[in-house]
């Protein structure tokens, strides 16, 4: 069947076939008939289309009601400048682009990439999920010759087009690393071990290491610390602030090329308390790891006063008052 | 023999942080020769007569000699280009420029300890290094000021790569063999 494709705003003029103008016919817009209002003649005039108008136009002659002309209205807009991303999440192997419109079109449009390396034209095979993603194998490794992708997207109503240039170290990033896992330190109430995996889309970690960053927060602060480790898949945290819950996230990224990964799925976890919770003696070894540690300033207005929090030997409850900055071993006696 | 093992293992392991730091290095001198020379940061450079390239094709499938003569081959010529770049530098600029000079000399005393490294891995198999030739990189000597600033952007630009794929060799060169791998250990090379 016949398909019209017309820009959002244009006036549009359907002939019945090859009736003339002056002929009687009716016509439908999903079965539905028009008023004659939009008529001249035989010929429908339909003004400033909008996207409602889209659907299935008929005419029919009019007395015998013979359909003599049909046709389906697709109202739309030609595509704006696409959006393209490139990434190499699986370095050495190759990298991937995905894009997607800023607006939709209504209508459909079709996409056609060309990915050049130098004066070489590399395929970018389409991926069939998702849709808008192909991807490439590097053949060439440690060049200076940056890539040029070009992604072209093209409509019944116009055409659109953007280009990426960049060479091969700028957009290695690395997932997420995965599996992170937080857990309390039996008899160390300020410690928390953390453990995490590679992530698995990264084909090769003995060649090419991944460092990694790790961040965490107690809920109740909005400060993060930071760590960065430069081996390992693993770290104890040991100035976690006791009983109290904590937010941790880590990222990755090759050892020498590229940018930070996002970071992981949140963890949550909570350093080891004494059941119930009293207070004991145990002597407050005061160790620290992280890169930045910013010392402990509660919101000028709140007073925690917290007997979990276990500082120091002796039966002692820590309360921090407003105004006072507390280094994080810092210890008051009520 | 398990002390040639140990001492190719050491060698691989200093080799990668020397070719870490190399790296770091090459990168601070691009940003000071782009800006004493006047250079534009993003000209781009067509491939440099005598500079080695460090793009390469199946890289995960080469023998680890091939990944060592690759290597030495490259930098004994950054040795040549970096000793002609600090010449041209001395006679351009004279004193007015020291920083520049310090910068090089230092990656370029870098890159002479890296092919010493290459040298004495080579050493460790069989075949030993390969002499050096006579005829190294030409000299630039016809070409004029602006095109000699573009070449010396040309092998800075050309060592940093091979920094970051030197480490990657050396990492290579430390896995063991497996026998599924295409890329025979040291120990197996000819």
Redesign the interface.
């Known amino acids: 069947s016949h398909i019209q494709y017309e820009r959002v705003g244009a006036d549009v003029t359907m002939k019945c076939g090859s009736m003339d103008w002056d002929a009687a016919v009716t016509w439908t817009a999903n079965g539905t008939d028009i008023d004659e209002s939009h008529l001249n003649g035989s010929y429908l005039i339909l003004k400033n289309v909008d996207l409602t108008q889209s659907g299935q136009y008929s005419c029919y002659e009019g007395s015998s009601w013979h359909l003599k002309y049909q046709t389906y209205l697709r109202v739309g807009t030609p595509p704006k400048e696409p959006v393209l991303m490139c990434r190499s999440h699986n370095y050495p192997k190759g990298f991937y682009c995905s894009w997607h419109l800023p607006t939709p079109t209504y209508i459909p449009n079709s996409f056609n990439i060309s990915v050049i390396h130098g004066t070489r034209e590399m395929v970018c095979e389409k991926d069939a999920f998702p849709k808008n993603r192909c991807h490439i194998r590097y053949l060439q490794l440690f060049s200076t010759v940056k890539y040029k992708v070009t992604l072209t997207v093209t409509n019944a109503l116009g055409k659109n087009s953007t280009t990426l240039t960049f060479d091969e170290f700028a957009i290695v990033k690395p997932d997420p690393p995965e599996s992170v896992v937080a857990k309390p330190v039996p008899n160390n109430p300020r410690r928390l071990e953390v453990s995490w995996q590679n992530p698995s889309s990264w084909p090769d970690p003995e060649s090419f290491p991944l460092k990694f960053f790790l961040r965490y927060r107690p809920l109740i602060l909005d400060q993060w610390q930071h760590v960065e480790l430069s081996d390992g898949t693993s770290h104890t945290i040991t100035d976690a602030y006791a009983g109290k819950e904590y937010i941790i996230q880590v990222a990755a990224k090759d050892n020498d090329i590229g940018t930070w990964s996002d970071w992981s799925v949140a963890v949550h976890a909570t350093p080891w308390t004494e059941e119930p919770k009293h207070l004991t003696t145990e002597a407050q070894v005061t160790e620290t790891t992280s890169a930045s540690t910013s010392s402990f300033m509660p919101p000028p207005t709140t007073k925690i006063c917290d007997k979990g929090a276990v500082v120091g030997s002796g039966a002692v409850a820590v309360c921090w008052t407003a105004g006072l900055v507390l280094a994080a071993y810092g210890v008051l006696f009520i | 023999s398990p002390s040639a093992a140990l001492r190719r293992r050491d060698l691989c392991s200093r080799g990668i942080r020397l070719a870490?730091k190399m790296?770091s290095d090459v990168v601070d001198l691009l940003d000071t020769y782009v800006e004493r020379q006047g250079l534009d940061a993003s000209a781009?450079v067509s491939a440099v007569e005598g500079v080695p390239?460090?793009?390469?094709?199946r890289?995960?499938e080469q023998t680890g000699t091939q990944r060592l003569l690759e290597n030495l081959a490259a930098y004994r010529a950054f040795r040549v280009l970096l000793a002609q770049m600090l010449e041209e530098q001395r006679e351009q600029l004279g004193e007015a420029d020291a920083a520049l000079g310090r910068a090089l000399a230092g990656v370029l005393l870098q890159v002479s300890a890296f092919a010493y490294h290459l040298e004495e891995l080579l050493r460790l198999e069989s075949r030993g290094p390969p002499s050096e030739e006579g005829a190294g990189p030409p000299p630039a000597s016809h070409l004029g000021l602006f095109e000699r600033k573009l070449r010396g952007l040309g092998v800075l630009?050309?060592l940093a790569?091979?920094a970051?794929?030197s480490?990657?060799d050396l990492?290579?060169l430390t896995?063991p063999s497996t026998g599924s791998s295409s890329a025979p250990s040291l120990a197996e090379s000819p």
Do not use: N
């Not at chain 2, 390239?53 to 094709?57: G, Q, Y």
């Open positions: 870490g790296r781009s390239a460090a793009a390469v094709e890289w995960d630009r050309e790569q091979w970051v794929r480490a990657r990492r290579q896995k």
